[in-house]
């Protein structure tokens, strides 16, 4: 079974910086982390969860929401079964639990997919402030 375990989040005010986490372990489908594509959901209280962004398995190709669009990078190292987003000049309106998923890249499904209904194991949040 897969875990997901997202860390870096905290309270931080407007322009600055923070960079979240997300350690995978487990197998599941016959397949590890590589063969995963990799994703940041957020939710704000009252909302609806929202993507976020998204990474292929081999880390050659990433995708964002229109919001976070040259502030947000993701990354991953396969060797290091972790996957970020590092956050920049970031906003009040950026406030949420962030979440990562993670979608089985195995069975050939398209890809980028911004749904979280499509996500095959999900972690447990951080939370994310901004004050302004």
């Known amino acids: 079974q897969v875990q997901l375990v997202e860390s870096g989040g905290g309270l931080v005010q407007a322009g600055e910086s923070l960079r979240l986490s997300c350690a995978f372990s487990?197998?599941?489908?016959?397949?590890?982390?590589?063969?995963?594509?990799m994703n940041w959901f957020r939710q704000a209280p009252g909302a609806e969860r929202e993507f976020v962004a998204t990474?292929?398995?081999?880390?050659?190709?990433?995708y964002y929401a229109d919001s976070v669009k040259g502030r947000f990078t993701i990354s991953r190292d396969n060797s290091k079964n972790t996957v970020w987003l590092q956050m920049n000049s970031l906003k009040p309106e950026d406030t949420a639990l962030y979440y990562c998923?993670?979608?089985?890249?195995?069975?050939?499904?398209?890809?980028?997919?911004?749904?979280?209904?499509?996500?095959?194991?999900w972690g447990g949040g951080t939370q994310v402030t901004v004050s302004s």
């Open positions: 487990g197998r599941s489908y016959g397949g590890s982390f590589n063969m995963y594509a």
């Open positions: 998923a993670a979608d089985w890249a195995g069975d050939g499904s398209p890809w980028p997919k911004t749904s979280y209904a499509g996500m095959d194991f």
């Open positions: 990474i292929n398995w081999s880390g050659s190709s990433t």
